[in-house]
């Protein structure tokens, strides 16, 4: 049973509200970051500046470059929800995945010989071959060695290494 996945726009629907809603943080913080910041230049600037104006124009500053910031991260987070959707095809229409669908049930057996099935059956319900008769049961330290006998004659002794050829009268050291 395959799960039933959800329509477009529902798939839409929360990394846009997403990517709306950070997009409007961002450009509120970069606002607000714009005004406390003159706030704050003016305030240094002025002899009767208080206490009050510069710190609390610091603080004013903070938070809102902390909006900003929160926005920029909202921002980037939504379109990577969009890029983990597209990912996974949650955009593709259901139009496509019926078409799909409808191929792969419709496989069409051209080219298959079911001869070739029943012939691989039959010559796997055969019964093998009996094996020739042993002359006289071997003892297991017999047959072991025997085994081993056998595998290290299977493998090939590695070739012998070539000689140098002779050195040509153009190559000889010079004194």
Same mark, same amino acid.
């Given at each position: ?9 529902? /798939?839409? @629907?929360? *990394?846009?509200?997403? @990517? ?13 970051? %714009? ?8 305030? &240094? ?6 206490? =009050? ?5 610091? $603080? ?6 902390? &909006? ?10 939504? @379109? ?28 069409? +057996? ?8 029943? $012939?691989?059956?039959?010559?796997? $319900?055969?019964?093998?071959? *009996?094996?020739?008769?042993?002359? $006289?049961? /071997? ?11 056998? =595998? ?8 012998? *290494?070539?000689?140098? =050829?002779?050195? %040509?009268?153009? +190559?000889?050291?010079?004194?």
């Amino acid at each position: 049973m395959s799960a039933r996945r959800p329509s477009t726009a529902v /798939a839409l @629907l929360a *990394p846009a509200i997403t @990517l709306i809603g950070s997009g409007a943080v961002a450009v509120y913080g970069a606002l607000r970051v %714009a005004t406390a910041n003159t706030a704050l230049v003016e305030a &240094l600037q002025s002899p009767t500046a208080t206490a =009050a104006d510069v710190y609390g124009g610091q $603080a004013e500053l903070q938070i809102a470059s902390t &909006l900003l910031g929160a926005g920029i991260i909202g921002v980037i987070i939504a @379109l990577a929800v969009f890029g983990v959707l597209i990912a996974l095809g949650a955009f593709s229409s259901a139009a496509a995945d019926d078409d799909a669908d409808e191929f792969d049930d419709d496989t069409d +057996d051209e080219g298959f010989e079911e001869d070739s099935v029943e $012939a691989v059956a039959a010559a796997a $319900a055969a019964p093998a071959a *009996p094996a020739a008769p042993a002359a $006289a049961p /071997a003892t297991p330290a017999a047959t072991e060695t025997a085994e081993v006998v056998e =595998a290290v004659e299977a493998v090939e002794a590695p070739a012998a *290494p070539e000689a140098p =050829a002779a050195p %040509a009268e153009g +190559d000889a050291p010079r004194a």
